[in-house]
């Protein structure tokens, strides 16, 4: 990762917080100097105070609070922007696109074909199985699973890939050198040093405060780089059941099992199946078939069962 891209980040973040998070007019600014906020690691501090209209000692203050914050991310942590070939195109149209995405591992896990798992934080046994019989079946079919890595179903989804030792990626909603909950923590470092990818919007010096706002960014995020979403179960107006919504809004695709059609608990399932872009489907093989497009193949006939069949229309033409 080349330095322009850290002075970038560094000094987007700094100039974010010194205007009290004015991203308007902070893009502006950004966009208008980009060259100069990329060849330095120290900027001018009277140049950008006064365009932000703000006193030199707050700039050079956050400044330094925002580069200690960087010191901290994991060793090989690396930083893309829009201007980098391995931006994933697909979250441009997105609320909330950001201006840089922090990562540890394989970058180009992006450019696959990838679901994501979502569900219920506290999954029955029979939730569990349909998790990891899902996340088996894609694998077979070089499926990239994604997930938000959190507790209940996204964690079961995420360990299985692990387990079978596929390639995964985890949407965190916090920044790299953090882990949530803190009980995944192996999990999400296997997945950066195992071949999968550990991504977010989120950098390290984002304020406490923002802790319950990052997690929709991470939702919004974890639904772009996604071709759909699979829900395995959750609640009415569950988190898995926004973020479902959500996605539809920006032409994603939404699976779910019919078994959950029985459940007199819910009604969400009844009423999203007809919408566009929702399907229902009754095994993780048929779920494949949706995600990759393929059209059931017609049955073959058998040789004999053809024979018997001539023989039908032969006797026919004698009646």
């Not at 120290?42 to 105070?49: E, G, R, S, T, V």
């Not at 209209?53 to 922007?81: A, E, W």
């Not at 406490?208 to 991470?218: D, E, G, M, Q």
């Not at 996605?247 to 009844?270: A, C, G, I, T």
């Amino acid at each position: 990762m080349s330095d322009e891209r850290i002075n970038q980040a560094i000094n987007y973040e700094t100039l974010l917080l010194a205007s009290h998070r004015d991203a308007a007019l902070v893009d502006i600014i950004y966009n208008d100097n980009k060259v100069e906020l990329s060849c330095t690691s120290l900027m001018n501090f009277a140049k950008f105070a006064e365009l932000l209209s703000i006193k030199t000692d707050r700039l050079s203050n956050c400044y330094f609070r925002v580069s200690n914050s960087f010191s901290r991310l994991p060793t090989g942590y690396s930083i893309i922007s829009s201007d980098d070939p391995e931006w994933p195109v697909k979250i441009e149209n997105f609320p909330y696109c950001p201006k840089f995405l922090y990562y540890l591992g394989d970058i180009d896990l992006l450019k696959g074909t990838i679901v994501s798992i979502v569900g219920t934080k506290a999954p029955t046994d029979e939730d569990k199985v349909i998790a990891k019989k899902t996340v088996e079946s894609f694998i077979k079919n070089k499926i990239i699973v994604a997930s938000g890595l959190t507790l209940g179903i996204e964690g079961i989804a995420s360990a299985a890939s692990c387990t079978h030792f596929a390639p995964t990626i985890a949407v965190i909603g916090t920044s790299l050198e953090k882990h949530y909950p803190e009980g995944h923590g192996k999990m999400q470092d296997f997945i950066a040093n195992g071949g999968g990818l550990v991504l977010t919007m989120i950098p390290p010096c984002a304020p406490p405060s923002s802790f319950k706002f990052n997690f929709l960014l991470r939702n919004r995020l974890l639904s772009a780089i996604s071709t759909g979403i699979v829900i395995i179960d959750d609640r009415d107006r569950g988190g898995s059941i926004k973020m479902a919504e959500a996605s539809l809004e920006n032409n994603r695709r939404v699976f779910f099992y019919s078994s959950l059609m029985k459940r007199e608990d819910l009604n969400w399932p009844s009423r999203m199946k007809d919408m566009v872009n929702v399907s229902v489907v009754r095994y993780p093989g048929n779920l494949v078939n949706k995600v990759m497009n393929r059209k059931k193949k017609p049955k073959k006939t058998s040789k004999a069962k053809k024979e018997k069949l001539n023989k039908t229309v032969q006797l026919s033409l004698f009646e």
